[in-house]
């Protein structure tokens, strides 16, 4: 049975792009989210996100007829679940962050009722292992005049398939169509199905597997990023300490064949590499000892560039012992999580802005080219230009290597550069 209507519930980072992709293969897709100001802004044929090249494709999509946004599902062949996977709040400091699976329940709540027999369910948000098979006993409690994989087997009328996203934010139209595919189906029905769907655009290989191995892997691939960003930033720290340009000294250890040492920075941010692999300790708390351990490592990092901060400020009053800290600017260059992106969750520079924003008693000033203005109501934090920030500041902190920070000469003398530019 081929797939005529494609709905992708939850219009983010992930899926908008995915139903942008379906429909520039001439599919009609449906995509569906409770926020009004994303449906409607999709309805006008523009992009709520920042991602190059997406804004044509759904501008194309939409005029043509393709994508239309809704806030409530409707009736579709395939359903593509691609939404949030937060923690629970956290009780007590040093708690392991426990998964929060509850918009994953609410998109199978509302995709329920508009299943039929033939339909397939694909849920793509990062997800502790079992999620899939947790949705798919809400669906079938949901539909009882139905049956599931868990039950039915290859015999099921609806087939389940994880198949989770893997594209880099800033990348994701090329990578969308060029990555390959883990496709974990809960039957080997399920990943036929699901990869007879996803061939629709995608020009990589797509890989099948089962439900539990294709969450695992995602959450593998990213926590084994973040094992070896820790590592980057360890020995920011440790070269730091010894005097020592960790810069040169990771550009010289990399031309070792075997050796490929990642980048330090502020800290990692973004809603994956920080997020998934507590979805791994919290299952395995007593085994997953190194993965905790780089998520400790690199969770630290924002309140050692604080520090370095203090320590700069202290410098330059010691050095102008007629001023006090009230006569102190600082300016903080890049908010977003990575570089050239508009994205602000779980952002590292974010934070560390904020934090010295609240502690300092003089002005703090940020420069992001890629918003227009603050998402924060902070009235001691004020946005201004690069070339403003480089005249105004006394102090002077990198926290993102956006394009437009990289340049061969920086006017200010006070500098903690996070990552290495300058
Ligand atoms: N970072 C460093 N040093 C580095 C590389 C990254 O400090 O050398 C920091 C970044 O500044 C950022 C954070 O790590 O704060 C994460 O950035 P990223 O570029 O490593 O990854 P994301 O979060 O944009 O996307 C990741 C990707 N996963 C892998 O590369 C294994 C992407 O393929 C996934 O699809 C995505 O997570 C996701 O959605 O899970």
Redesign the pocket.
Same mark, same amino acid.
């Given at each position: 049975m081929s797939f005529n209507t494609i709905s992708v519930i939850g219009l983010g980072y992930?899926g908008l792009p995915t139903a942008a992709m379906f429909a520039s293969r001439k599919k009609k897709v449906i995509g569906v989210d409770v926020n009004q100001r994303a449906v409607d802004t999709i309805n006008r044929g523009e992009i709520h996100i920042v991602e190059p090249d997406l804004d044509m494709i759904v501008h194309a999509a939409v005029t043509e007829g393709y994508l239309k946004a809704v806030l409530t599902p409707e009736p579709a062949d395939a359903f593509l679940i691609a939404v949030p996977t937060p923690f629970l709040p956290v009780q007590m400091e040093g708690d392991i962050p426990q998964p929060d699976l509850k918009y994953i329940e609410a998109a199978a709540n509302a995709i329920a009722p508009m299943l039929k027999k033939g339909d397939l369910v694909i849920l793509e948000s990062?997800s502790p292992v079992g999620a899939t098979e947790q949705m798919a006993e809400w669906l079938a409690a949901a539909r009882p005049d139905l049956t599931f994989p868990q039950a039915a087997g290859d015999n099921a009328d609806v087939n389940v398939a994880h198949c989770p +996203?893997? *594209?880099?934010?800033g990348h994701v139209v090329r990578e969308l169509v060029e990555n390959d595919r883990v496709i974990g189906g809960m039957t080997a029905k399920c990943s036929a199905r699901a990869v007879e769907l996803y061939k629709t655009f995608v020009q990589g290989e797509c890989v099948i597997t089962n439900a539990r191995t294709a969450e695992m892997a /995602?959450l593998t +691939? =990213?926590s084994?990023?973040d094992v070896q960003?820790a590592f980057? =930033?360890e020995l920011s720290i440790i070269c730091d300490k010894l005097d020592i340009d960790v810069w040169e000294l990771i550009s010289l250890a990399n031309r070792h064949p075997r050796i490929n040492i990642?980048?330090? #920075?502020p #800290? *990692? #941010? #973004?809603?994956?590499?920080?997020v998934?692999p507590w979805f791994i300790v919290s299952k395995t708390p007593n085994e997953a000892k190194l993965i905790h351990t780089a998520r400790k490592v690199n969770d630290a990092k924002p309140e050692w560039v604080i520090n370095k901060v203090k320590i700069a400020i202290a410098d330059f009053l010691q050095a102008n012992p007629e001023k006090t800290a009230k006569d102190v600017t600082i300016a903080c260059y890049g908010l977003a999580? /990575?570089?050239d992106i508009d994205d602000l969750r779980e952002?590292?520079a974010l934070n560390i802005t904020k934090k010295i924003a609240e502690m300092h008693a003089g002005k703090v000033i940020a420069v992001e080219p890629n918003i227009k203005e603050l998402p924060v109501v902070n009235t001691a934090l004020r946005l201004v230009s690069f070339e403003e920030a480089e005249k105004m500041a006394d102090v002077h902190l990198l926290l993102v290597d956006h394009k437009e920070f990289k340049k061969e000469s920086f006017g200010g003398n006070c500098l903690i550069d996070t990552k290495g530019i300058w």
């Open positions: 992930i990062t +996203e893997r *594209v880099l934010p /995602k +691939e =990213n084994c990023r960003i980057a =930033n990642l980048q330090p #920075g #800290g *990692v #941010g #973004g809603h994956c590499i920080a998934d999580f /990575k570089p952002s590292p």
